[in-house]
């Protein structure tokens, strides 16, 4: 195996083990019908994008290095569009995901009783909107690196 085919195989794992938990962080939050729950399955979810962020890291640094390696990766326009994508994506985080979620985050830490309040039912959908956003750009920049049509 090349050091290239290792990049390759580093790059596909991490697709897998830092992407895919990321489709289902919304799923894990969705179901919950009392605040016990939600707090678990927010705990939960902060376990998995520990997995999303080191993922994602290693996507963006094998990419990279897969592109030093081979320069005409910067003349096809899948990879251009992949990379400017992933890098959208990733300034979603601290420009749009964080000050969506400091206010559930505040919610789950005081409020008091079992029933969900309505706020966090409106607040999570501007969260859950932009994390269906995000997955979107996810999805087209995976099927990019798959069918690179251009």
Known sequence: MSFYELLVFIHIFSAILGMGP?????????????????RHAYA????????????GTLLLITGLWMGIL?????????????????????AFGPLLLSPRSKPIKKLLK???????????VTLSKKL???????????????ALMILKPF
């Open 128 to 142: 859950f909107f932009v994390e269906k956003l995000e997955n979107v750009i996810f999805l087209i920049i995976i």
């Open 44 to 55: 939960i979810r902060n376990r998995l994008h520990i997995f999303v962020m080191i993922g």
């Open 110 to 120: 005081e409020h008091s009783g079992e029933e969900i309040p309505e706020t966090y």
């Open 22 to 38: 990321g489709f289902f962080m919304i799923f894990t939050v969705s179901h919950a019908s009392t605040m016990t729950e939600l």
């Open 70 to 90: 081979n320069n005409y990766l910067f003349r096809q326009g899948w990879y251009s569009l992949s990379l400017i994508l992933f890098l959208i994506a990733l």
